[in-house]
C-alpha cells in the first residue's frame, strides 16, 4: 500500500512540474514566436532559419523561468545551463527539421511550428528533467 501511495506523489510531482514547464515554455513561446513571425515577415530569413533563432531566445526565457519556477531547488549552475542549452539545441533541431520538412510539403510555416512546438515540449521537459536540472543527491521525479 505505501508503494502505490508514493508512486501517486511521485506522478504528482511530475505531472505537476509539466504544468510549471508548460507554462514557462508558454512564455517562452511567446517569445519565440515573436521572433519567428518578425523575422519571416519583414523577409530577413527563411522560415526555418528564423524558427532556429527562435528557439534560442526563446531558450534563453526558458533557462530562466524553469531555474526559479519548475525546478526550483536544484540550482541554476553553469553546469545545469550548459546542459540545459544541449537540450534546447536538440529541440531546436527537431523544431528546424519539422518546420523545414513542413514547410516543403506544402504547410504554412506557422502550423509546422506549433506541432514542431508540441512534439519538443515533450522531448526537452524529460531530458531537462532526468539531466539537465538533475542533481545526483535529488531523486529525478
Same mark, same amino acid.
Request: net charge positive; aromatic share 12%; charged share 15%.
Given at each position: 500500500?505505501?508503494?502505490?501511495?508514493?508512486? =501517486?506523489? !511521485?506522478?504528482? !510531482?511530475?505531472? $505537476?512540474?509539466?504544468?510549471?514547464?508548460? &507554462?514557462?515554455? +508558454?512564455? &517562452?513561446?511567446?517569445?519565440?514566436? +515573436?521572433?519567428?513571425?518578425?523575422?519571416?515577415?519583414?523577409?530577413?530569413?527563411?522560415?526555418?532559419? +528564423?524558427?532556429? !533563432? =527562435?528557439?534560442?531566445?526563446?531558450?534563453?526565457?526558458?533557462?530562466?523561468?524553469? &531555474?526559479?519556477?519548475?525546478?526550483?531547488?536544484? =540550482?541554476?549552475?553553469?553546469? &545545469?545551463?550548459?546542459?540545459?542549452?544541449?537540450?534546447?539545441?536538440?529541440?531546436?533541431? /527537431?523544431?528546424?527539421?519539422?518546420?523545414?520538412?513542413?514547410?516543403? /510539403?506544402? !504547410?504554412?510555416?506557422?502550423?509546422?511550428?506549433?506541432?514542431?512546438?508540441?512534439?519538443?515540449?515533450?522531448?526537452?521537459?524529460? /531530458?531537462?528533467?532526468?539531466?539537465?536540472? +538533475?542533481?545526483?543527491?535529488? $531523486?529525478?521525479?
Amino acid at each position: 500500500m505505501e508503494m502505490r501511495s508514493e508512486r =501517486g506523489v !511521485v506522478e504528482f !510531482v511530475v505531472a $505537476d512540474r509539466f504544468l510549471r514547464y508548460a &507554462a514557462v515554455g +508558454a512564455v &517562452a513561446t511567446a517569445a519565440h514566436y +515573436a521572433i519567428l513571425v518578425g523575422l519571416v515577415e519583414a523577409g530577413w530569413l527563411a522560415p526555418a532559419r +528564423a524558427a532556429a !533563432v =527562435g528557439a534560442w531566445v526563446g531558450a534563453q526565457v526558458a533557462f530562466a523561468g524553469n &531555474a526559479a519556477f519548475t525546478f526550483r531547488g536544484s =540550482g541554476a549552475s553553469v553546469g &545545469a545551463w550548459l546542459r540545459f542549452h544541449i537540450t534546447a539545441l536538440a529541440g531546436a533541431a /527537431i523544431s528546424y527539421s519539422i518546420v523545414f520538412v513542413g514547410t516543403r /510539403i506544402g !504547410v504554412h510555416y506557422l502550423i509546422a511550428q506549433v506541432v514542431a512546438t508540441l512534439v519538443s515540449l515533450g522531448v526537452t521537459f524529460e /531530458i531537462n528533467r532526468r539531466w539537465s536540472f +538533475a542533481s545526483p543527491t535529488r $531523486d529525478r521525479s
